[in-house]
């Protein structure tokens, strides 16, 4: 696997692949790297001759009071398990490519990133729009994989696409999920043991309502949520456009986001 920061040098290796009619596949993570990530990674082998996968904790997606220093961060750890499942590329962008002018936002999500996560985290969309079209320009893939745990982001990144006519594939990748169901995070590392029994509640009771997603139960699910030990729950919602229940809460310090397709 190569190693690669400067953004010149990976569009080199890129312009070289597809000179020799090889497809370039991509998938962008802030690192700390989990099974979840690796699926998204064995999908992007599959559909592609060549896959880059970017590390980069991206500062326009956290406001102020969040976790950005705190966040995991173990890019050794994480070349190795990418170096395991084939990965050609490894790309470590420097803040100066992604960001010449200073970490700013300069691409607006559109209307996939209205509710929902928007409703508690405003700044954030704009933030992941920002970084993944420069991500984009500098990649130049064919396609780009993104995992279905985060729902509305994929909607957000496949409509951002479209309106910039970008010509990139967007897929999504199943959620992956430990033995009890919990969708795998990089930050399910903050969960106590206790903490964990909770969290592994979110899902069932997700997959309870999406058999019938009426507004009484959606209410009832988060009253269950909240009875099982969530500290607080931001919403459980119906998206008919999108044919998903989607939930996000906090169990002590750690959000959890999570979804489910409706019956």
């Known amino acids: ?83 395991s499942v084939g990965v050609d590329a490894l790309y470590l962008p420097l803040e100066s490519d992604i960001y010449p002018d200073g970490a700013s936002i300069n691409v607006q999500a559109g209307k996939a990133a209205e509710g929902l996560e928007t409703e508690f985290r405003p700044h954030f969309f704009h933030g992941v729009a920002t ?40 897929i999504g990748g199943p959620i992956a999920r430990d033995e009890y169901g919990l969708a795998l995070s990089s930050r399910n590392a903050y969960l106590s043991e206790d903490e964990l029994e909770i969290a592994r509640m979110l899902n069932q009771i997700i997959h309870n309502v999406a058999q019938d997603p009426g507004e009484e139960k959606l209410k009832e699910a988060e009253q269950m949520l909240e009875t099982t030990g969530f500290d607080q729950v931001d919403y459980v919602r119906y998206k008919s456009e999108w044919n998903r229940v989607l939930a996000a809460g906090w169990v002590g310090k750690t959000r959890l986001i999570d979804n489910c397709a409706t019956q």
């Open 1 to 83: 696997m190569i190693t690669v920061k400067d953004a010149d040098e990976l569009q080199a290796l890129v312009t070289g692949w597809k000179a020799n009619g090889l497809k370039v596949g991509f998938v962008p993570t802030m690192g700390a790297l989990h099974d979840g990530h690796l699926s998204l990674m064995r999908m992007a082998k599959q559909k592609a001759d060549k896959v880059i996968v970017s590390i980069y904790v991206n500062p326009t997606q956290f406001a102020p009071h969040e976790d950005f220093d705190a966040y995991p961060r173990d890019v050794e750890g994480d070349a190795k398990l990418l170096d």
């Open 131 to 170: 970084v993944v079209h420069r991500l984009f320009e500098v990649v130049q893939p064919d396609l780009a994989v993104f995992g279905e745990k985060d729902f509305q982001q994929l909607q957000v990144i496949k409509e951002m696409v479209a309106e910039k006519d970008m010509g990139i594939e967007i």
